[in-house]
């Protein structure tokens, strides 16, 4: 019983091949999030949802698109990926009122480009 | 643009003892929450203090804010193997309700 659970845990893949990772809470929550943490534990907000709805879109490449289809499932998907893109994706979510709610973590995605 | 900054960047302990980290930030908040990230792990919540409280307590943990600083600092008290993690402050600001905005994180070991 996951609270947010990523998959892959692991993506391994040649530079300019398509991926993508999905993401599902079972928490009810109204808001999810894509981080990107670095080699240097640096975490960045990438784009948030509430109830479907894009609210967040931090700057990206267009190589990643968001998607949610329904207000428990957000999915990130890579086109032509580029050795920058080595890192670990993390999703999130919370519950979207009034802004003082705490976030809850998937264990994230490790993606490796060769 | 980063937000929070964590001093020290790594922190070296023996079992028992206190362990204190610092968050400065740039900007004025609603909140400010800290996180523990066990490694290869996702983060985990850990206490959540809003711009109008000065202190917070939860178990072995301790929380002060001083927002005419713009510091934060998280005190773990008697610590554990088990507290050797990464631990991050993040911060809420203006009307962003969404969207937290992490510092860098102090890696804190705890020697048996």
């Known amino acids: 019983d996951t609270a947010v659970s990523q998959t892959p845990k692991y993506l391994v893949t040649q530079m300019g091949n398509d991926k993508s990772i999905k993401c599902e809470q079972n928490l009810g929550h109204d808001t999810m999030y894509w981080y990107k943490q670095d080699s240097k534990k640096f975490l960045k907000i990438m784009f948030s949802y509430n109830n479907k709805e894009l609210i967040i879109n931090e700057t990206v490449p267009n190589r990643f698109s968001p998607k949610s289809p329904d207000k428990a499932h957000l999915n990130l998907h890579i086109n032509s990926l580029e050795l920058g893109d080595s890192a670990v994706y993390f999703c999130a979510s919370s519950t979207g009122t009034g802004g003082y709610q705490p976030q809850h973590f998937g264990d994230g995605t490790r993606l490796s480009i060769l | 643009s980063q937000q929070g900054e964590e001093d020290p960047q790594a922190l070296s302990i023996q079992e028992g003892e206190n362990a204190t980290m610092n968050c400065s930030y740039k900007?004025?908040?609603?909140?400010l929450q800290w996180y523990r990230q066990n490694s290869g792990r996702g983060l985990v919540h850990l206490i959540l203090i809003r711009s109008n409280e000065r202190e917070k307590h939860s178990g072995r943990l301790r929380v002060t804010l001083d927002t005419s600083k713009k510091s934060s600092s998280l005190l773990i008290t008697a610590s554990r193997a088990a507290d050797t993690a990464s631990y991050f402050c993040a911060t809420q600001s203006g009307g962003s309700n969404y969207k937290l905005t992490f510092g860098k994180g102090t890696l804190l070991t705890v020697n048996p």
């Open positions: 900007t004025s908040i609603n909140n």
